[in-house]
C-alpha cells in the first residue's frame, strides 16, 4: 500500500475539507464514476471534452490540452449540483422463510438525493513551448440511502458512500507548431467510508459495517493536434489506479465486534477521443467518443473473511455530439446529447448501491465573458436512464435472493468561472 506519511496527511485534510461540501447521491455516470467535472463541458453532454482549446477543463480528459493557455496564471473552477431520483421496487425476496417478504417489510425504496460537486483546475506558462497543470477533481464516488432503512432489502443494502479526491499535476509540451503532447501524475486518495447492510430480518436492529481506505498513483497522458486554426482534435488516457483498501469490518457477522479487513480494488483506465471543428467563424462542432475498462474491476475479495464484492462488470462507452454558437462577442451558447452504455448489462451484476444501465444525456449550457480578464460558466443536464431489473445474492453469493426493478433519473446544474491573472508578458 501506498504511504508517504506527510503528503497523506495532507491529501486525507484536503479531502475531509472538500467531503464537507458534498451532499449524499448516488453516481451520475458509468459504475460509481462521476462524470462532471466540467461546467464548460456539461453544456455539450462532454463533446469536445478532450480537444481543448476553449476551456481548461479539458485537461482533466486530457492533459496536452493546456497548451492553449498564453502567459500568466489561469484558473478554472466547477460546481454541479446533482439532483437523483433513484428508485428501486423490489418484487421477491427469496431464501427466506415463509410470511418474511413484500408485506412484512417496505419494497419500493428511493435511494436517491443531492450531491455537490467541484473541480478546480489551474496552469501556468513556463515558456514558449511548456505549460504546467493542476487539476483536483473527485472521478469516484457513491452517496446512497434507502428513504426506508426497515426495506426487504436492507440485507443486502442500508447505505453506502465512497468519496475520492484526485490530485493531477501535469506539464504539456508542444512538440511542433499545431502538435502537443501531455504527461501527468496522479495521486488518489479512496474512501469508502461505509458499506452497510443489516445483520438480520428479525431480532435486535444492528448493521454490519465495512469501511477502508488508500492512497494510489497513476498517470495521464494526450496528444493534442491543431491543423489549421478552426480544427483540434484530441486523445488523452487516464490511467487505472490500484488501491489496498484496508479498513474493519464490524457488527454481528464477525461476533459483534470489529477485525480489521483488507481489499484490492483497481479502479479503471480511461481513453477519450474528442474533436473541435469551426463550420463557420460563429459556429464550432464538437464531438467525443469514450471507453473506459470497468472490466479491471472484477470480483474483490475482502481479507481474512471471506466476504466478496461481486462486480464482473462490462467496459463503458460514451458517445457525444453537441455544438456551440458565438451569439456575440460576450456570448457563446452550446448544447450537446450522448449516448451512454453502462458497464452493468445484466440483472446479476446489478448492485442495490448502483442501480446502474444505459442512459442518455440531453444538455445544454453557454458562456458569459464578463472582462478579458473573467468569464462565467454554466451547464445543464437531464439524464434518463433506461428502466432495468436487479436480481442479487448476498457477498458471500448465497441466498437470499433479492429481485427488483428500477428506475432512476438526474439533473446536473453546473457553474463555473475561468480567471487570468496575468503575468509576465509573452515571448516573442
Known sequence: ?????????????????????????????????????????????????????????????NPAASAYVGYGLVTDSSYSLLNVKSQVNATELSGVPPGVNCGTFDCSVDIGGAALVPASYAAYRLDSRTVFALAMNSQYGTSTKPDNREWIGQLHARSAKLFSLNVNPSLSYEVAPGLSVGVGAQVQFLDLTHLRSASSLVGPDVSNTISGDDIGVGFTAGINWRPNPGTSVGLGYRSSIKHDLDGSLEGPVVGGGSVPISANVTTPDKVTLSFSQELNPAFRLLGTVEWTRWSALGVVPIYPVGLRLDFQWHDGWLFALGGEWNVSPKLALRAGAAYEISPVQNATERLVQIPDADRVWLSIGGTYQFSETMAFNFGYSHVFVEDASLQRNLTTGTPPTLFADTSSSVDVFSVGLTMKWGGPPEMK
Not at 34 to 60: D, H, K, P
Open 1 to 61: 500500500m501506498y504511504r508517504v506519511d506527510g503528503f497523506s496527511a495532507v491529501l486525507r485534510a484536503t479531502a475531509t475539507a472538500t467531503a464537507i461540501f458534498c451532499a449524499s447521491g448516488p453516481a451520475m455516470a458509468g459504475g460509481f464514476e462521476v462524470r462532471e467535472q466540467s461546467a464548460y463541458f456539461q453544456g455539450t453532454s462532454f463533446a469536445g471534452a478532450a480537444a481543448g482549446g476553449n476551456n481548461l477543463s479539458s485537461i482533466f480528459w
